[in-house]
């Protein structure tokens, strides 16, 4: 009796799933929902795509970039849009990435909603202006053993306009075990005068997916997309002087940003503190010096905590914090602008606050 | 095991080259469930439970934050360094939470016991009592921990 229903139940359950595949092929196969328009902030932008594709790619498809980490496999919880006129439930791939304030506002994954119908969305509209660039790998530089340039030549468009200081999400390709498409916020090292090409500076994060990528599997010649330009993170535009921190690849938006003030003749008077733990950690040291000789007031002070014993490093020794004060004249007319790791920003933040600064710059790493 | 969709997309999320490069298992073969329970038994059988783990290990980060990247010493015996990491990563457990990058190594000078662990690492123990399959690059072994951190 028992081994007759187990059997009747393993049927049942084989004609089920043998269903739900007809009905995805078919899906797949013979589903047409023809044309479908996006609306997107009441009108602003308003376009037709062929129904079918994630919502994600058909507003890629028409030059708008939503924010994605994962290459739209519902594993980063990046891609969210506000729907302004509802499609149909919640997917159980989409629920967990929302909380209750978005599950009622009709925020969804805009890599999970399938384009069927006309859709209704709300996006920011600093989106508008981001782009998806596709270049090649001109030249890889190993500034020191876990620090590597990535130069890339912009194939389409031609030209990238950006502030010197703004950074864009690089996109790997699948490799060994990765087998989707992730997407990381790096810093732009070359000027904007530049317009033809960009440079990364890259640190290797042990285990990291896309640093991982960059170091053992980007090679000169390879194509490479990225979006952009994102963030906030630029010069002021004032006379104040000004102090700059960083550490490892937060080298890469200064060194966009000293190129900049070179090529404007800038007068206002810099410092720019470079905490490194020992010499190996150094590097561009040179490209500052030359901006020592060629801005009006800019002075480049590397700071080493962990100086080796048998070095002849006659800079100045220890952590940059602490030492802040040495440099800072009227800390009413002195603006900071950090970039490095979190755990050196917060206490260089914390130091020029002390000290009187209020005019604390840095990129937000949520 | 009957498993739900959410479980089993979570399952697939831990596996390598979905949410880290490694992914969370290891060679370990056994469903995440599996491995959160025997290592909350062993938890029990040391008179420490996941949330005692997770608020030492919470309290030491913190404190080693304040350090800005390089070592220092917490507790007069507790050497610690937290390489702190731009960016944020997703948890594999699908509840729509970002943690921090980076690593985290402490010595207990007293005992010489180094154990190693990350932001994403405290917040699975706390929330899950996932300490990682046997074999991941991250795995943070209870015995091992409670030696050190206790
Ligand atoms: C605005 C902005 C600008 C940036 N600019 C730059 C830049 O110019 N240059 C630069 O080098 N970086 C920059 N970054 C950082 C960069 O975006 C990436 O976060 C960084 O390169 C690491 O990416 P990844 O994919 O290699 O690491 P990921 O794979 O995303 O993360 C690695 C981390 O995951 C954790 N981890 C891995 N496996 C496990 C496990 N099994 N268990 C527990 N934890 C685990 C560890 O904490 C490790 O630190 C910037 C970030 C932001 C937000
Ligand atoms: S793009 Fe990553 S979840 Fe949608």
Redesign the interface.
């Known amino acids: 009796m028992i081994i007759l229903i187990i059997n009747n139940v393993v049927i049942l359950a084989g004609i089920g799933g043998f269903l739900a595949m007809l009905l995805v092929i078919a899906d797949y196969f013979l589903a047409n929902y023809g044309d479908c328009n996006i609306d997107i902030n009441q009108g602003k932008k308003k376009f037709t795509v062929k129904g079918g594709s994630s919502l994600l790619s058909s507003l890629a498809e028409k030059m708008v970039f939503i924010p994605s980490?994962c290459g739209g496999?519902g594993?980063?919880?990046l891609c969210k849009v506000k729907l302004l006129k509802e499609i149909g439930p919640v997917l159980?791939?989409e629920k967990?990435?929302?909380?209750k304030d978005e599950l009622k506002n009709g925020v969804r994954l805009s890599c999970q909603i399938k384009v069927k119908q006309d859709i209704f969305i709300h996006i920011p509209e600093a989106l508008f202006s981001i782009k998806k660039f596709r270049g090649k790998v001109e030249r890889i530089i190993d500034y020191t053993y876990d620090i590597k340039g990535v130069y890339i030549k912009l194939d389409e468009p031609k030209n990238i306009e950006f502030k010197a200081g703004q950074y864009v999400q690089l996109e790997s390709k699948k490799y060994?075990?990765?087998?989707?498409v992730v997407s990381?916020?790096y810093s732009m090292s070359s000027p904007p005068f530049e317009e033809d090409k960009i440079e990364l500076i890259i640190r290797l994060?042990?285990?990291?997916?896309m640093t991982?990528y960059v170091h053992k599997q980007l090679h000169q010649g390879d194509d490479i997309s990225f979006t952009g330009p994102y963030g906030e993170f630029f010069i002021r535009d004032s006379k104040a002087d000004m102090i700059f921190v960083a550490?490892g690849s937060g080298m890469a938006p200064f060194k966009s940003i000293l190129a900049d003030l070179e090529k404007q003749q800038s007068k206002r008077r810099i410092v720019y503190l470079f905490g490194a733990r020992t010499e190996k950690d150094l590097f561009l040291v040179d490209e500052m010096r030359h901006f020592e000789d060629t801005l009006a007031d800019f002075t480049f002070i590397p700071v080493l905590?962990q100086a080796d014993e048998d070095s002849d490093w006659k800079g100045k020794k220890g952590?940059?914090?602490p030492i802040l004060k040495d440099y800072v004249k009227d800390p009413d007319n002195t603006e900071g602008y950090l970039c490095?790791?979190?755990?050196?920003l917060?206490?260089?933040e914390k130091e020029m606050h002390k000290l009187g600064i209020k005019n604390v710059y840095y990129?937000s790493?949520? | 095991m009957k498993q739900t969709p959410k479980e089993e997309m979570i399952q697939e999320r831990l596996k390598p080259g979905v949410v880290t490069l490694e992914g969370f298992l290891g060679q370990d073969k056994r469903h995440y469930h599996e491995i959160i329970s025997e290592d909350l038994d062993r938890l029990k059988s040391l008179g420490k439970s996941h949330g005692d783990i997770a608020e030492r290990i919470q309290y030491f980060t913190d404190q080693a934050f304040e350090f800005a990247d390089e070592a220092g010493i917490v507790d007069d015996h507790y050497e610690i360094q937290y390489q702190t990491e731009r960016g944020k990563l997703i948890s594999p457990f699908m509840d729509n939470v970002f943690v921090p990058k980076g690593f985290v190594r402490l010595t207990n000078l007293k005992n010489g016991v180094t154990v190693e662990w990350t932001p994403l690492n405290i917040y699975m123990i706390k929330q899950y009592g996932f300490f990682e399959g046997k074999g991941s690059t991250h795995r943070v072994e209870p015995d091992k921990l409670i030696k050190a951190i206790f």
């Open positions: 980490a496999k594993t980063c919880g159980p791939t967990p990435y929302l909380d060994g075990k990765v087998k989707q990381r916020a994060v042990p285990d990291g997916i991982n550490g905590s952590y940059i914090p490095g790791s979190p755990g050196l917060a206490v260089t990129d790493f949520g």
